[in-house]
């Protein structure tokens, strides 16, 4: 009996064991199932990057072609120096005899290897120089995590000139790895940052390339597996003439300001510059810090492009404005005539008009001519803000023209809703006596106003400005719209902008054996009466305008020059301008013409 108890606690003991051995065993294959079957993939993937590395082989960035093919920027091979840091035995070592190596500091290079990626290898200087690669070379032994990758570089040959048309490209930010546009990209990726670069980014971007390499236990590359070569981004034809644009930046000569040149049958931009500029090369491998703030900062504003973001008063080239709008609703007519003495009193204030003693009795053409303000003054009372503001956006101002670039500026076109709207006040008719000369509020970009004299040039069509012309996915520009105006006002306005350069305040402008028709301006940024007492401060002067095309009765290209604190625009942006005409025409050898010095005050506004 006692033998029979003792047998049962045995087959208790041995019961439990066998469920211990069996609950072993099935947390072993249950083990087995998870490691085999359920997370097969991420260890085989671990063992693969053991034996293996994806290394990417970066596609170059479409050329930008100016119309004639010529190449406005390119790539360029350079070196970057890679580390594989997966199997760093001392990184203090490699660090300090990479940094004696490169002639860079320590905490740079800690700085980047602390910022890898599991089995991917980190990138610690871009754009090494050849006596870099050669210091490496013979240190190869000393380094084996150390290798020299070659990859295509964004190359500006242009530098400076044509940046803000251009753009630049720069390491992709992290608010655009969010953005859909950049779907797909890894971090480091270089992308479209401004001008053409950004706006064309997607087409011009290639498909990447990589290599299957096999590595020994210490990572490095032993053998290549396998290899898709990278796929070179399309080529993107330009609108712009790259001798005219060197001939424009010539032009500037160091003056802050800029300009456009476009052809007023299409809206093609033959030339685009504004100054002070920056040099895009500087971006390609990641700007310094102190030089980005230093950009940033500048009060000169290097990075902005004045052409679509500089909201300046137009000042009298916005006579073209009002000349068309009193000629369509018929508050005048190119015969119409008014006294000035020099002055107009109205609504108790007095303005004055640029030459003191007045101009005497003036009709429209001799009024563009010479730039009277008594002349629109009258007309504008006339005509008043609302049918004003009504021409001033029919001709494209107020809004962005469209161009295929970033961020462009709308300038402001100002009316009594707006006023309402933004200050909770009415309109007074004082302001439209102001805004009759292109002051006041009024504001416009140089493209606009580049477009507003092209309607001119072309006989009433408003174009849609742009800079590419073929490229894949790149969408078809649209066509000019007419917007209704009458052949007979087109035919008086352009009269009275032939006698500006052949007679008036654009005389500077005058080529030889072309006929130029243009519009002077000067927008002023301070009151007169402060730069009365500062007559000599220059950040005080007005800016200086100047607008035209040519040929006079065909032409072929429009033109709008605005020069910062030039004080008028017949004596700092007319020259400019005819030095861009005389060379669109082929004329750059020729002298001046030698015109007549019309009088002061007629010749510098």
Request: charged share 20%; net charge neutral.
């Amino acid at each position: 009996m006692r033998i029979y108890e003792d047998l049962r606690v045995v087959h208790a003991r041995l019961a439990v064991l066998q469920a211990i051995v069996v609950a072993l065993v099935a947390v072993l294959v249950i083990q087995f199932w998870n490691l085999q079957v359920v997370r097969a993939r991420h260890f085989r993937g671990l063992a693969e990057n053991n034996r293996s590395r994806l290394v990417t082989l970066a596609a170059p960035r479409g050329a930008l072609l100016d119309r004639a093919g010529r190449v406005l920027v390119g790539n360029r091979p350079s070196f970057n120096v890679v580390v594989t840091p997966d199997h760093i035995e001392d990184q203090d070592r490699l660090v300090a005899r990479l940094a004696a190596s490169l002639g860079v500091g320590e905490a740079a290079i800690r700085e980047r290897l602390a910022r890898r990626q599991p089995y991917r290898p980190v990138v610690v200087k871009t754009d090494a120089s050849l006596d870099d690669v050669a210091a490496l070379d013979a240190r190869r032994l000393e380094l084996p995590e150390v290798s020299i990758e070659i990859v295509p570089l964004r190359s500006y040959p242009l530098a400076a000139a044509a940046a803000h048309a251009l753009g630049r490209v720069g390491e992709i930010t992290e608010r655009q790895l969010e953005a859909d546009e950049f779907r797909g990209l890894a971090p480091g990726s270089l992308v479209g940052q401004a001008g053409i670069e950004s706006h064309y980014n997607k087409a011009l971007m290639g498909r990447d390339g990589y290599r299957r390499v096999i590595v020994n236990s210490r990572g490095l590359e032993v053998a290549e597996a396998e290899r898709q070569p990278p796929e070179d981004g399309p080529s993107l034809t330009l609108s712009i003439d790259a001798g005219l644009q060197a001939a424009m930046e010539g032009a500037f000569a160091g003056r802050a300001g800029s300009a456009v040149a476009l052809d007023p049958r299409t809206g093609e931009i033959l030339a685009m510059t504004s100054t002070p500029a920056y040099d895009p090369n500087e971006f390609t491998t990641g700007i310094d810090a102190a030089l980005w703030a230093s950009l940033a900062t500048d009060p000169r504003t290097p990075l902005m492009n004045r052409v679509i973001q500089g909201a300046y008063s137009p000042g009298s080239t916005f006579k073209i404005v009002v000349s068309t709008a009193a000629l369509e609703e018929g508050m005048i007519t190119p015969a119409t005539t008014f006294y000035c003495p020099g002055y107009i009193n109205v609504y108790n204030t007095t303005f004055h008009c640029a030459t003191a003693g007045g101009h005497g009795v003036i009709d429209l053409r001799r009024a563009i001519a010479n730039s009277c303000n008594v002349y629109f003054f009258q007309v504008g009372i006339r005509l008043e803000i609302e049918r004003l503001a009504k021409w001033g956006k029919l001709l494209g101002l107020g809004s962005p023209t469209g161009i295929d670039l970033p961020h462009e500026g709308s300038g402001l076109m100002p009316s009594p809703a707006w006023k309402m709207r933004l200050f909770k006040t009415p309109w007074y008719a004082g302001e439209t006596v102001s805004v009759a000369i292109g002051q006041g509020q009024v504001s416009a970009t140089p493209l606009q106003m580049a477009r507003v004299v092209a309607v001119i040039a072309n006989g009433g069509r408003l174009v849609h400005p742009h800079l590419g012309r073929a490229a894949a996915g790149a969408p078809a520009a649209s066509a000019p719209v007419p917007i209704g105006i009458r052949p007979e006002t087109i035919a008086a306005v352009r009269e009275g902008m032939r006698a500006v350069v052949a007679e008036g305040t654009g005389w500077r402008a005058r080529l030889q054996t072309v006929e130029v028709c243009g519009k002077t301006g000067s927008a002023q940024v301070v009151a007169k009466s402060r730069l009365e007492k500062s007559p000599n401060a220059l950040e005080m002067q007005p800016h200086g305008w100047f607008l035209a095309f040519a040929p006079a009765d065909s032409p072929t290209i429009a033109l709008a020059v605005l020069i910062e604190h030039g004080r008028s625009g017949g004596e700092s942006a007319a020259p400019v301008a005819r030095q861009i005409l005389a060379h669109y025409f082929g004329l750059d050898q020729l002298p001046n013409a030698g015109a007549p010095r019309v009088a002061d005050s007629e010749a510098e506004d």
